[in-house]
Protein backbone atom coordinates (compact mmCIF):
# COMPACT_ATOMS: atom_id res chain seq x y z
CA UNK A 1 0.00 0.00 0.00
CA UNK A 2 0.82 2.98 -0.87
CA UNK A 3 1.49 6.04 2.04
CA UNK A 4 -0.32 9.22 1.49
CA UNK A 5 1.34 12.35 1.72
CA UNK A 6 1.44 13.45 5.41
CA UNK A 7 -0.06 16.65 6.85
CA UNK A 8 0.75 18.05 10.19
CA UNK A 9 -1.20 20.30 11.82
CA UNK A 10 -0.69 22.35 15.24
CA UNK A 11 -3.54 24.20 16.04
CA UNK A 12 -6.41 23.95 19.01
CA UNK A 13 -9.40 22.43 19.22
CA UNK A 14 -12.57 23.14 18.73
CA UNK A 15 -15.10 20.49 20.78
CA UNK A 16 -18.15 21.56 18.22
CA UNK A 17 -15.94 19.99 15.62
CA UNK A 18 -16.20 22.75 13.46
CA UNK A 19 -12.60 24.23 13.43
CA UNK A 20 -9.33 24.08 14.85
CA UNK A 21 -7.64 20.43 14.48
CA UNK A 22 -11.15 18.65 13.53
CA UNK A 23 -11.73 20.71 10.88
CA UNK A 24 -7.78 20.75 9.95
CA UNK A 25 -8.55 16.78 9.84
CA UNK A 26 -11.22 16.55 8.12
CA UNK A 27 -9.74 18.39 5.56
CA UNK A 28 -6.34 16.69 5.07
CA UNK A 29 -8.36 13.40 4.76
CA UNK A 30 -10.51 15.10 2.12
CA UNK A 31 -8.01 16.01 -0.36
CA UNK A 32 -6.13 12.21 -0.13
CA UNK A 33 -3.43 13.42 2.48
CA UNK A 34 -3.02 11.42 6.09
CA UNK A 35 -3.41 14.36 8.97
CA UNK A 36 -1.62 14.41 12.43
CA UNK A 37 -1.92 17.15 14.67
CA UNK A 38 -0.11 18.82 17.64
CA UNK A 39 -2.32 19.85 20.06
CA UNK A 40 -2.06 23.25 21.05
CA UNK A 41 -4.93 24.10 23.40
CA UNK A 42 -8.81 23.11 24.66
CA UNK A 43 -11.36 24.95 24.05
CA UNK A 44 -15.07 24.40 24.93
CA UNK A 45 -16.72 26.02 21.77
CA UNK A 46 -20.11 25.33 19.86
CA UNK A 47 -22.40 27.28 17.60
CA UNK A 48 -22.68 30.24 19.76
CA UNK A 49 -18.96 31.25 20.34
CA UNK A 50 -16.38 30.02 22.51
CA UNK A 51 -17.04 29.21 26.48
CA UNK A 52 -13.77 28.43 27.72
CA UNK A 53 -10.04 27.97 26.54
CA UNK A 54 -6.98 26.08 28.10
CA UNK A 55 -3.58 27.02 26.68
CA UNK A 56 -1.39 22.89 26.77
CA UNK A 57 2.47 23.32 28.52
CA UNK A 58 4.86 24.24 25.67
CA UNK A 59 6.54 21.23 27.08
CA UNK A 60 3.35 19.09 25.38
CA UNK A 61 3.70 21.42 22.48
CA UNK A 62 7.44 20.18 22.11
CA UNK A 63 6.98 16.73 22.68
CA UNK A 64 3.60 16.21 20.23
CA UNK A 65 5.82 17.64 17.53
CA UNK A 66 8.76 15.58 18.25
CA UNK A 67 6.73 12.25 18.61
CA UNK A 68 5.58 13.05 15.20
CA UNK A 69 8.18 14.55 12.70
CA UNK A 70 11.17 12.37 14.28
CA UNK A 71 9.34 8.92 13.50
CA UNK A 72 6.21 9.38 10.55
CA UNK A 73 7.82 12.43 9.00
CA UNK A 74 5.71 15.27 7.48
CA UNK A 75 5.67 17.03 3.82
CA UNK A 76 3.42 20.10 4.85
CA UNK A 77 2.89 21.72 8.40
CA UNK A 78 -0.29 23.92 8.86
CA UNK A 79 -0.07 26.39 12.18
CA UNK A 80 -3.67 27.38 13.52
CA UNK A 81 -4.35 28.99 17.59
CA UNK A 82 -1.20 29.45 19.01
CA UNK A 83 -2.65 31.63 21.80
CA UNK A 84 -0.05 32.67 23.76
CA UNK A 85 4.06 34.09 23.00
CA UNK A 86 5.18 31.19 24.40
CA UNK A 87 3.64 28.86 22.62
CA UNK A 88 4.41 30.97 19.08
CA UNK A 89 8.12 31.16 19.92
CA UNK A 90 8.36 27.55 20.97
CA UNK A 91 6.16 26.51 17.61
CA UNK A 92 8.15 29.18 15.26
CA UNK A 93 11.30 27.43 16.72
CA UNK A 94 10.40 23.93 15.43
CA UNK A 95 9.35 25.43 12.29
CA UNK A 96 12.32 26.63 12.08
CA UNK A 97 14.17 23.09 11.68
CA UNK A 98 12.01 21.95 8.75
CA UNK A 99 12.70 22.45 4.96
CA UNK A 100 9.14 21.44 4.03
CA UNK A 101 6.06 24.33 3.12
CA UNK A 102 4.25 25.83 5.99
CA UNK A 103 1.27 27.67 6.36
CA UNK A 104 0.98 29.83 9.11
CA UNK A 105 -2.95 30.70 9.81
CA UNK A 106 -2.35 33.75 12.03
CA UNK A 107 -5.38 32.80 14.46
CA UNK A 108 -6.42 35.98 16.08
CA UNK A 109 -10.22 35.57 17.04
CA UNK A 110 -12.87 32.98 16.09
CA UNK A 111 -15.90 33.10 13.95
CA UNK A 112 -17.97 34.44 16.76
CA UNK A 113 -15.29 37.60 17.78
CA UNK A 114 -13.37 35.96 20.96
CA UNK A 115 -10.09 36.30 21.35
CA UNK A 116 -7.61 33.43 20.63
CA UNK A 117 -4.35 34.76 20.42
CA UNK A 118 -3.05 37.34 23.52
CA UNK A 119 -2.14 40.94 22.92
CA UNK A 120 1.32 40.20 24.30
CA UNK A 121 1.79 37.51 21.12
CA UNK A 122 1.22 39.88 18.24
CA UNK A 123 4.86 40.61 18.27
CA UNK A 124 5.98 36.89 17.97
CA UNK A 125 3.73 36.22 15.37
CA UNK A 126 5.16 38.67 13.59
CA UNK A 127 9.01 38.64 14.62
CA UNK A 128 9.49 34.53 15.11
CA UNK A 129 6.38 32.75 13.72
CA UNK A 130 5.52 34.36 10.09
CA UNK A 131 9.23 34.32 8.82
CA UNK A 132 8.79 30.37 8.90
CA UNK A 133 5.86 30.81 6.51
CA UNK A 134 5.82 29.39 3.10
CA UNK A 135 2.27 30.84 3.21
CA UNK A 136 0.77 32.94 5.65
CA UNK A 137 -2.85 33.46 4.91
CA UNK A 138 -4.30 36.24 6.94
CA UNK A 139 -8.26 37.48 7.14
CA UNK A 140 -8.77 41.10 7.51
CA UNK A 141 -9.06 41.56 10.97
CA UNK A 142 -5.90 39.66 11.54
CA UNK A 143 -4.21 42.09 9.35
CA UNK A 144 -5.62 44.98 11.01
CA UNK A 145 -4.08 43.25 14.01
CA UNK A 146 -0.72 42.50 12.98
CA UNK A 147 -0.53 45.56 10.59
CA UNK A 148 -2.34 48.51 11.63
CA UNK A 149 -3.98 48.39 8.17
CA UNK A 150 -8.10 48.46 7.61
CA UNK A 151 -8.71 46.87 4.77
CA UNK A 152 -11.44 48.19 2.75
CA UNK A 153 -10.93 47.36 -1.08
CA UNK A 154 -8.66 46.19 -3.81
CA UNK A 155 -6.14 48.73 -3.28
CA UNK A 156 -6.26 48.20 0.51
CA UNK A 157 -5.42 44.16 -0.08
CA UNK A 158 -2.10 44.74 -1.79
CA UNK A 159 -0.95 47.23 0.91
CA UNK A 160 -1.78 44.34 3.43
CA UNK A 161 0.17 42.10 1.56
CA UNK A 162 2.92 44.07 1.71
CA UNK A 163 3.11 44.48 4.81
CA UNK A 164 2.81 40.96 5.99
CA UNK A 165 5.19 40.10 3.31
CA UNK A 166 8.00 42.89 5.14
CA UNK A 167 7.11 40.04 8.43
CA UNK A 168 8.86 37.74 6.04
CA UNK A 169 6.65 34.96 4.99
CA UNK A 170 7.81 33.60 0.79
CA UNK A 171 3.96 34.31 0.05
CA UNK A 172 0.98 36.02 1.60
CA UNK A 173 -2.84 35.02 0.82
CA UNK A 174 -4.82 38.03 1.96
CA UNK A 175 -8.23 36.53 2.32
CA UNK A 176 -11.34 39.38 1.85
CA UNK A 177 -14.17 37.12 2.16
CA UNK A 178 -14.98 40.06 4.95
CA UNK A 179 -15.42 42.39 2.65
CA UNK A 180 -18.47 44.22 1.45
CA UNK A 181 -19.19 42.41 -2.28
CA UNK A 182 -18.69 45.33 -4.51
CA UNK A 183 -15.47 46.18 -2.61
CA UNK A 184 -12.85 44.16 -4.06
CA UNK A 185 -15.19 42.70 -7.63
CA UNK A 186 -17.75 44.42 -9.46
CA UNK A 187 -19.01 41.04 -9.80
CA UNK A 188 -19.79 40.42 -6.17
CA UNK A 189 -17.64 37.73 -5.89
CA UNK A 190 -15.02 36.67 -2.94
CA UNK A 191 -11.90 38.09 -3.74
CA UNK A 192 -8.43 36.90 -2.15
CA UNK A 193 -5.19 38.02 -3.21
CA UNK A 194 -2.55 35.88 -2.99
CA UNK A 195 1.18 37.45 -3.67
CA UNK A 196 5.00 36.92 -3.25
CA UNK A 197 5.30 40.56 -3.82
CA UNK A 198 6.65 40.12 -7.37
CA UNK A 199 3.53 37.70 -8.74
CA UNK A 200 -0.24 38.67 -8.05
CA UNK A 201 -2.97 36.11 -8.25
CA UNK A 202 -6.51 37.48 -7.82
CA UNK A 203 -8.49 34.31 -6.65
CA UNK A 204 -12.19 34.72 -7.13
CA UNK A 205 -15.60 32.41 -6.74
CA UNK A 206 -18.86 32.90 -5.89
CA UNK A 207 -20.27 34.33 -2.97
CA UNK A 208 -22.82 32.04 -1.52
CA UNK A 209 -26.01 33.16 0.94
CA UNK A 210 -25.35 30.95 3.62
CA UNK A 211 -24.54 31.94 7.54
CA UNK A 212 -23.20 28.52 8.20
CA UNK A 213 -19.50 29.53 7.50
CA UNK A 214 -17.90 28.31 10.89
CA UNK A 215 -14.41 27.21 9.97
CA UNK A 216 -13.41 28.29 6.37
CA UNK A 217 -9.90 30.28 7.78
CA UNK A 218 -8.98 26.42 9.39
CA UNK A 219 -9.75 24.71 6.33
CA UNK A 220 -8.29 27.03 3.36
CA UNK A 221 -4.83 26.71 5.19
CA UNK A 222 -5.04 22.79 5.77
CA UNK A 223 -6.20 22.39 1.78
CA UNK A 224 -3.47 24.74 0.83
CA UNK A 225 -1.22 22.77 2.98
CA UNK A 226 -2.44 19.49 1.72
CA UNK A 227 -1.84 20.88 -2.13
CA UNK A 228 1.67 21.75 -1.33
CA UNK A 229 2.38 18.37 0.10
CA UNK A 230 1.38 16.74 -2.99
CA UNK A 231 3.77 18.88 -5.30
CA UNK A 232 1.36 21.64 -6.07
CA UNK A 233 3.36 24.90 -6.30
CA UNK A 234 1.89 27.92 -4.38
CA UNK A 235 -0.57 29.56 -7.27
CA UNK A 236 -1.82 25.91 -8.08
CA UNK A 237 -2.23 24.96 -4.41
CA UNK A 238 -4.17 27.84 -4.00
CA UNK A 239 -6.54 27.84 -6.79
CA UNK A 240 -6.84 24.41 -5.09
CA UNK A 241 -7.96 25.28 -2.12
CA UNK A 242 -10.27 28.35 -2.64
CA UNK A 243 -12.01 25.62 -4.92
CA UNK A 244 -12.18 23.17 -2.09
CA UNK A 245 -13.76 26.07 0.75
CA UNK A 246 -15.99 27.61 -1.75
CA UNK A 247 -17.62 23.72 -1.76
CA UNK A 248 -17.39 23.76 1.75
CA UNK A 249 -19.26 27.25 2.14
CA UNK A 250 -21.92 26.40 -0.35
CA UNK A 251 -22.33 23.10 1.10
CA UNK A 252 -22.20 24.63 5.18
CA UNK A 253 -25.39 23.40 7.73
CA UNK A 254 -27.36 24.29 10.29
CA UNK A 255 -25.85 23.49 14.21
CA UNK A 256 -26.63 24.27 17.12
CA UNK A 257 -28.63 27.40 17.51
CA UNK A 258 -25.79 29.70 15.92
CA UNK A 259 -23.27 29.46 13.20
CA UNK A 260 -22.83 25.99 11.51
CA UNK A 261 -20.08 24.68 10.05
CA UNK A 262 -19.10 24.37 6.14
CA UNK A 263 -19.39 21.31 4.57
CA UNK A 264 -15.59 19.69 4.99
CA UNK A 265 -17.05 15.77 3.00
CA UNK A 266 -18.93 18.12 0.27
CA UNK A 267 -17.84 16.16 -2.20
CA UNK A 268 -18.77 13.03 -1.02
CA UNK A 269 -22.43 14.02 -1.09
CA UNK A 270 -22.28 14.35 -4.90
CA UNK A 271 -19.93 17.43 -5.57
CA UNK A 272 -16.98 17.43 -8.02
Known amino acids: MQTPPRVLTVAGSDSGGGAGIQADLKTM ?20 GVQGAWELPVEAVRAQFRSVVDDIGVQAVKTGMLSSAALVETVAELLAELTVPVVIDPVGVSKHGDALLAASAL ?3 RSKLLPTATVATPNLDEVTQLTGIRVHTADGMRR ?45 APRHDNRHTHGTGCTLAS ?5 LAQGDTVPQAAVAAKEYVTG ?12 GPV ?6 HGGN
Open 248 to 259: AIAAGFRLGAGI
Open 123 to 125: DAV
Open 29 to 48: LALGTHGMSVLTAVTAQNSL
Open 263 to 268: DHGWRL
Open 223 to 227: ALAAR
Open 160 to 204: AADAILTCGPRWVLIKGGHLPSDAADAAGDAVDLLTDGSQEHWLR
